[in-house]
């Protein structure tokens, strides 16, 4: 439970840094000005450590006991399954979201013309929580590891945690674009 707390404790940090951002544009100032860069490093940074968290997942899941129940030849169907959809959903909601707008550039101003409801966002609001929560389950069922299933309920409470944090501030960075193109419509100026 410490660990959930950590990983809670990280995430509500991350949130508070990214408002951080948005508000004074510190990654964009380190990036010469250049949002599209600062965008660009997040993105790197980001995935890079989405990619140690795996190993480090998965390296976490090979120390653990096995149970027998989840070394059944069903369970490794069930497994497969869940990877398929889980990085079916992640990839799918990147290519729709393209690389801005999967890695936070909203946060740097880089907005998406309208919101996107193509598959997967019209499965899910959030794709890639969901497809990542599918895909370590699936794993921990390949490897027939229950500590990997407790981790995966982990997982999802912090994803569902990032949720109240992020939806809400998402939806006000395009609430004010909408108010400042209405503001401009009504002044004759040009829209941004």
């Keep these: 439970m410490s660990s959930f707390a950590g990983q809670a404790k990280g995430l509500v940090d991350f949130d508070q840094k990214s408002l951080l951002k948005y508000h004074n544009k510190i990654l964009s100032r380190l990036a010469g000005g250049n949002r599209l860069y600062a965008c660009y490093g997040l993105a790197l940074t980001i995935f890079s450590l989405g990619l140690f968290r795996d190993f ?3 390296r976490a899941l090979r120390a653990q006991p096995s149970h027998p129940l989840l070394s059944s030849p069903e369970a490794s169907y069930v497994a497969y399954a869940l990877l ?13 979201l393209g690389l801005t707008g999967t890695y936070l550039g909203d946060y740097f101003g880089i907005l998406m013309d309208a919101p996107v409801t193509s598959f997967p966002f019209s499965i899910t609001g ?8 599918l895909s370590f ?9 229950p500590a990997g299933i407790l981790l995966t309920a982990e997982v999802l409470m912090v994803y569902l945690l990032a949720l109240q944090y992020e939806d809400p501030f998402t ?4 609430a004010k674009r909408e ?6 419509r009504k002044g ?3 829209q941004k």
């Design 137 to 145: 389950l699936g794993t921990a069922l390949l490897y027939g590891k």
């Design 84 to 96: 398929a959809a889980g990085n079916t959903l992640v990839v799918s909601s990147m290519w729709a």
């Design 179 to 184: 108010r400042e193109r209405a503001l401009a």
């Design 126 to 133: 959030a794709p890639m929580y969901y497809g990542s929560t």
């Design 171 to 174: 939806a006000e960075i395009y």
């Design 56 to 58: 480090l997942y998965e």
């Design 188 to 190: 004759g100026k040009k």
